[in-house]
Structures are given as C-alpha cells and as structure tokens.
C-alpha cells in the first residue's frame, strides 16, 4: 500500500526567507514522487518529482525537493518566497510496483507574508 | 494552461437532479483521471481511463460513472445528486496509463447541489 502525509495543514514564511513544505511516505517498493501547486480556483499544476538518480530535484519557479530515502522524505524548498507563491500544495506517491494512481497528501497552505 | 479544458465551469442543480461534467486532455495524452476535491475529504480520485478503457477506480459512488470516447474527451456522469456532492470536480491526463508521468489538471469544474 501507498500513502503519504503533509503534517503542516498551513505554513507561514516572510517573503524572501527560505521555506519548507514537509512531505513524508511510505510504500512497498521504490517510490515515485510528485509536488503539485493549486492556485485559487484554479487546477493542479504540476511543480517537480522524483523517480530515480540524483536525490535533489530542481523544478519550476525556483522548487527544489530533496528526496531521503532513509526519512522517507520529499519536503519541498525554495531559498527565497515570493508572496506570489502563497498556494496550496500537494505531494503525491506512487510505488513503482503498486497501483496506477498516485496518492495524494491533503495539501499543506503556504501563506508567504511581505 | 495545462492544455486540459472541462466544462463548464460551474453548475448549480439541485437534489436529485443529473449532470454530466465534460473533459478534454492534452493533445496525445492517452490517459484521464477524474477527482473530486472538497474541503473535509481532500482530493479524492474517482476513476481512470486510458485509450477508452476504464484502467483503475477508485472512490466513485455508485451514482457516478465516466466514460472515455473515441475522441479520447472524457464525461463524468453524477445522477441522483445530494448536498454532499457539492465539490470541484478535476480532471487530469497524462500521456500512459501507469507509468511515472505527471498529470496535467484542468481548472475544475464547480458544482453546487442546492
């Protein structure tokens, strides 16, 4: 089975300070993983993943994640927040030998103040 | 824009009543999935199809079905609605059925169930 937890409903960060969005999973195999961000009324938009190699990920908008095997951790950074990147974001998972459908974590609110 | 469209953007019905919600995927993608997301259960996936085929389900009512035409756009079908359904409703292609792909999300269809 696959599952993943964002255990921040809601983080708060000033804008040009470095921010952190933690993300942790667990499955049977080798894991697949993906941070999406959701403006406003708006869909999912996809940010980074990881499926193998190089344990940090570089994705739009300045995202990076680093992906802990040992933590089994994906927490998603940038060195400097915008107030623009103030959003929902969502971590998902899939086990490479599981099912078809990524898991998706309840999302965690990043609100970045100026 | 994800290259992702659904209509309509919102609906408002009431009890009772039946809707079908209407997805187009991104050019070349072979795979759909249908979402609802609401604020107590999250993003919650309903069902996949892939190349006309349904390929996964999930938390689908039994009051809701989807199909996949030859076209590749995708219905969702909710009949005998109920206050609870009241949701925004996504839907996501990606280019394989299973595979480590990200999905690209449409900006949501909003339905309100008076």
């Known amino acids: 089975a696959q599952s993943v937890a964002q255990p921040e409903d809601q983080v708060n960060v000033a804008e040009g300070n470095p921010l952190t969005v933690k993300c942790t999973y667990s499955v049977s195999g080798n894991p697949y993983l993906f941070w999406y961000v959701q403006y406003p009324n708006r869909g999912l938009q996809f940010l980074l993943k990881y499926i193998t190699g190089d344990n940090l990920v570089k994705g739009s908008y300045g995202f990076e994640a680093e992906f802990n095997k040992s933590q089994t951790s994906f927490h998603l950074k940038k060195p400097s927040a915008l107030v623009s990147d103030s959003a929902l974001y969502f971590c998902?998972?899939?086990?490479?030998?599981?099912?078809?459908?990524?898991?998706f974590g309840r999302g965690t609110s990043l609100i970045v103040h100026p | 824009d994800s290259g992702v469209t659904q209509t309509p953007k919102h609906l408002i019905t009431a009890t009772g009543q039946r809707v079908t919600l209407r997805c187009s995927p991104r050019s070349g993608d072979l795979s759909v999935y249908w979402y609802q997301q609401s604020l107590d259960q999250g993003l919650q996936f309903l069902i996949q199809?892939?190349?006309?085929?349904?390929?996964a389900k999930g938390n689908i009512l039994e009051r809701f079905s989807a199909q996949q035409f030859p076209d590749l756009h995708s219905e969702l079908n909710l009949s005998s609605l109920e206050l609870g359904d009241s949701a925004l409703y996504f839907c996501a292609s990606s280019a394989l059925a299973g595979d480590y792909n990200e999905q690209f999300f449409g900006p949501g269809t909003r339905l309100t169930v008076l």
């Open positions: 998902a998972v899939r086990d490479e030998g599981g099912s078809y459908i990524p898991t």
């Open positions: 199809y892939y190349n006309g085929e349904e390929r």
